[in-house]
């Protein structure tokens, strides 16, 4: 039999196939699934000239895990971090590996994005990057919208979207002299509307409609442009005690004394508890996220939209083909607290 080509294809699961065909035109395949092989072949034709990928967010949580994974596997890797001095930051550096550069960078100031990309801009030259990972993200406590503080609002628009937007802005000359990749990271409340999560929702939404509005424009450029859209992950988006104690005092403080009088201290207070609830029926296991991550940066064939993680595809579609009466009886029963209630529903 005479093998006329081969064709580099994507499988259903994420794994490369080579496949041939013969001079009647059957496709046969190979049966080989050189994931692996053909990665490398991918990374030496497209990649390893240009290796370098900033990825904010890096103190904790998917940025961490994937800017080791990373710069394990020999890219270099400009890890931003909100604290140079924290642990999380330590640890990178504790790897030792000359491939992971670990940098100050709060990117919600606009000064220490313009530092980072001009100390970028020396260590890449005329080469240009590979990739752009905006994972930075904050997560207030859940709160009824009437009394969200509108700082909240104001701190999740800037760090979940204004931020992705500014670090985009910056880096494209680079991204697009590479024909490369933007990986913007989102969530499920950005599509689906939780109770509960209004300021972080909204925040969301906008990096997702971002996100799909800059593919289109950047399809001309060469430039791929994923969202990831992870659910029911524990990082430290989720805070600790003090954290806790935190926003209490803050809705208490900026709420009306209206507002204060209807929902009642008691239910203001119990808030908190669902948050903690929330972290403790999530996952530890990262990983499924950061190999979509992998996967958006890396691959011949990036999707457009990835969902890893309980239920990150599911209620996205309830949403969109069930009737709102439906869907929205379903999110209520998921995500309103039931354990109290405001004091002005109990009396009235």
């Not at 496709?27 to 990374?43: D, P, Q, T």
């Not at 990057?129 to 701190?155: F, K, M």
């Not at 524990?234 to 209490?248: A, C, H, K, L, P």
């Amino acid at each position: 039999m005479c093998l006329n080509m081969f064709i580099l294809t994507w499988g259903s699961m994420g794994t490369d196939s080579l496949q041939e065909t013969d001079s009647s035109g059957h496709w046969r395949n190979c049966s080989c699934k050189v994931g692996h092989f053909n990665m490398a072949l991918y990374k030496l034709k497209f990649i390893y000239h240009l290796p370098s990928i900033p990825v904010a967010g890096c103190d904790s949580g998917f940025g961490h895990a994937l800017a080791k994974r990373l710069s394990d596997e020999g890219l270099q890797v400009f890890a931003g971090v909100l604290d140079v001095n924290g642990g999380g930051a330590q640890q990178l550096r504790e790897r030792g590996s000359e491939k992971l550069k670990v940098l100050q960078l709060d990117v919600t100031d606009s000064s220490q994005i313009e530092t980072v990309h001009r100390y970028i801009c020396t260590q890449v030259e005329d080469t240009g990057l590979w990739g752009l990972v905006n994972n930075a993200g904050v997560l207030q406590c859940p709160t009824d919208a009437e009394l969200h503080p509108i700082t909240w609002y104001s701190r999740c628009m800037d760090v979940n979207f204004l931020s992705a937007v500014r670090m985009c802005q910056v880096f494209l000359p680079l991204l697009r002299r590479s024909r490369g990749r933007i990986v913007n990271v989102t969530s499920m409340a950005g599509e689906v509307p939780l109770p509960m999560f209004s300021s972080y929702g909204a925040s969301k939404a906008a990096i997702s409609m971002f996100s799909r509005v800059l593919r289109m424009e950047m399809c001309v450029w060469g430039v791929r442009v994923t969202l990831i859209q992870p659910g029911g992950f524990r990082t430290s988006i989720f805070g600790n005690s003090e954290d806790v104690s935190q926003f209490t005092d803050e809705v208490l403080a900026a709420v009306s004394p209206e507002a204060r009088e209807d929902y009642g201290k008691m239910y203001i207070s119990s808030l908190p508890g669902f948050l903690s609830k929330m972290s403790q029926q999530s996952s530890e296991d990262l990983s499924p996220v950061v190999e979509d991550m992998h996967h958006a940066l890396l691959s011949v064939h990036p999707r457009p939209l990835y969902t890893p993680g309980q239920m990150a595809w599911l209620l996205p579609l309830l949403h969109r083909c069930c009737p709102a009466a439906v869907s929205e009886f379903l999110i209520r029963r998921l995500f309103v607290p039931s354990a109290c209630r405001p004091t002005g529903l109990t009396t009235s």
